[in-house]
C-alpha cells in the first residue's frame, strides 16, 4: 500500500516509491490488488505558481511512472480521503477501482492562469467526456464526489472507504487483469475488425489456461 499526499509537489521520491511499489506488484506471486491512499490538494491549487525545482525530465519520469502503475498486472484501487488534488489526483486516474469519502472534491491544479496541462488532462478526457471534464480543465473548477461518481470517475462513496473498496474487490478475478484493462482501452480506438484478432487471442489464452487447470 501507497500513501500519496497532492499537497505535496511532484518530487523524485515520489516517483521511485511508485516504481518501488510497481516493483512490488510485479515480483508478487499473489494476484491481490495494490492499494494506494490519496489525499490533499496543493496550496492554492487554483493558481499557484509552479512549484520550484520542477522540470521536464522530472515531469517525465512521473509519466512513465503512472504509464507503469496503469499497466500493472494486478488490479489498482485507490481510497481517497478528503480533497484529492495534484499528483494524488494523477494517481486516481491511472487507477482501477476508487471510492471516496462523501464530501470529497477532485481538484485539478492550475499554475498562474491555467490548468496544468499533464496526461491528467488526458486520462480525465479519455474517462469522463469532453463535457464531463470541462469546467475542471478550462476554469479549474473542483468536481465534487458526487459528480465524479456519476462521471464514472470514482466507483463508490463511503465513510468507510477502504471496506467498500474491499467489497467490491472481493468476488473479482485476479488473473489476466492487464490484458482485459488493455482490451478495454483499446476498444475506444480501434474498429472491430482490427480488435477482433486480438480478442481472440485472449479468448484462446483463457480457454487453454482453463483446460489446464
Known amino acids: 500500500m501507497l500513501s ?3 499537497a505535496l509537489p511532484l518530487s523524485a521520491g515520489l516517483v521511485e516509491a ?3 511499489l510497481c516493483d512490488a506488484a510485479e515480483d508478487h506471486a499473489d494476484p491481490g490488488p495494490v492499494v494506494i491512499a490519496l489525499s490533499g490538494v496543493p496550496d492554492g491549487a487554483a493558481s499557484g ?3 520550484g525545482g520542477l522540470d521536464i525530465g522530472l515531469v517525465s519520469k512521473w509519466e512513465r511512472a503512472l504509464r507503469r502503475l496503469e499497466r500493472l498486472p494486478v488490479r489498482t484501487c485507490a481510497v ?8 494524488a489526483l494523477e494517481v486516481l486516474l491511472a487507477t482501477d477501482l476508487r471510492v471516496a469519502t462523501p464530501g ?3 481538484v485539478v491544479p492550475a499554475y498562474g492562469d491555467a490548468v496544468w496541462p499533464g496526461m491528467a488532462l488526458y486520462r480525465l478526457t ?3 467526456g469532453v ?3 470541462r469546467r475542471a480543465v478550462i476554469g479549474g473548477a473542483p468536481m465534487s464526489a458526487e ?3 456519476a462521471l464514472h470517475l470514482l466507483d463508490g462513496l463511503s465513510d468507510d472507504p477502504a471496506a467498500a473498496l474491499a467489497a467490491l474487490t472481493d468476488d473479482l478475478p485476479g488473473r489476466d487483469v492487464a490484458i482485459r484493462r488493455q482490451l478495454m482501452f483499446d476498444a475506444a480506438r480501434t474498429s472491430f475488425e482490427d480488435a477482433l484478432g486480438t480478442h481472440l487471442a485472449a479468448c484462446d489464452r483463457a480457454l487453454r489456461r482453463s483446460a489446464a487447470s
Request: charged share 15%; glycine share 20%.
Open 104 to 106: 470529497a472534491r477532485l
Open 18 to 20: 511508485v516504481q518501488t
Open 131 to 133: 463535457g464531463g471534464v
Open 80 to 87: 481517497v480521503l478528503g480533497d484529492c488534488g495534484g499528483t
Open 4 to 6: 500519496v499526499d497532492g
Open 126 to 128: 479519455q474517462q469522463a
Open 49 to 51: 505558481p509552479v512549484p
Open 147 to 149: 459528480r465524479a461518481l
